[in-house]
């Protein structure tokens, strides 16, 4: 779901994404840090039943989320421009990828620990396995976030189009307008 055209005007630019992908992108992280502010701190918050059914129905919908993020994903192009590097390009969707399971993960391994906790598990090595699965696919979140940050503003100083294609704000100019400009 890319549009043609890129807003940069250079001749080796990726495309800019379609208005549902950056809504898709940015709504996706307000759910994400709600995810992260509400999270449960102590099993026994789970006895309360309203709070139990508010988590199977946000780790639900997160994976909606996620899902319908993978499906949108599925026949876009990459907003990378043309003459980048195969490893770079290997890189990115290793990250893209990487993140995507790291947050599915954190969905099921916590819709697992409520499960666990509903059956009257709460302590064991079920639950301890559900824990530690859940924390390091949180852990593993973080840093593929962190890395999909650190490439975008690394695309946004290289000024070849990546940043302008997702990020709605502090539109980049090619290359070529700053040197017409004479201004960075």
């Known amino acids: 779901m890319l549009r043609k055209g890129s807003k940069v005007n250079t001749t080796d630019v990726g495309r ?3 208005a549902t992908g950056k809504f898709l992108h940015w709504g996706f992280i307000v759910v994400f840090a709600h995810g992260i502010f509400k999270q449960v701190d102590d099993l026994n918050q789970l006895e309360d039943p309203a709070f139990l059914r508010f988590e199977f129905i946000f780790a639900c919908v997160f994976l909606l989320i996620l899902a319908l993020r993978l499906w949108v994903m599925r026949g876009q192009g990459s907003a990378l421009p043309q ?3 195969d490893w770079q390009r290997v890189a990115a969707k290793l990250v893209h990828y990487g993140m995507y ?3 599915m993960m954190i969905a099921v391994t916590g819709l697992a620990i409520g499960v666990v906790f509903t059956l009257g598990l709460r302590d064991g090595a ?3 396995f559900c824990i530690a699965a859940h ?4 852990t593993a979140s973080y840093a593929l ?3 999909h940050v650190a490439a975008a503003v690394y695309h946004r100083f290289l000024r070849d189009g990546v940043w302008s294609a997702m ?3 502090f539109k980049e100019r090619s290359r ?6 004479g201004r960075g």
């Open 16 to 18: 800019s994404y379609s």
């Open 83 to 85: 003459s980048t590097p």
């Open 101 to 103: 399971v790291a947050l």
């Open 126 to 128: 079920l639950m301890g």
């Open 135 to 138: 924390e390091a696919s949180i």
């Open 145 to 147: 976030i962190t890395l």
């Open 167 to 169: 990020v709605p704000l």
């Open 176 to 181: 070529d307008q700053v040197k017409a400009t």
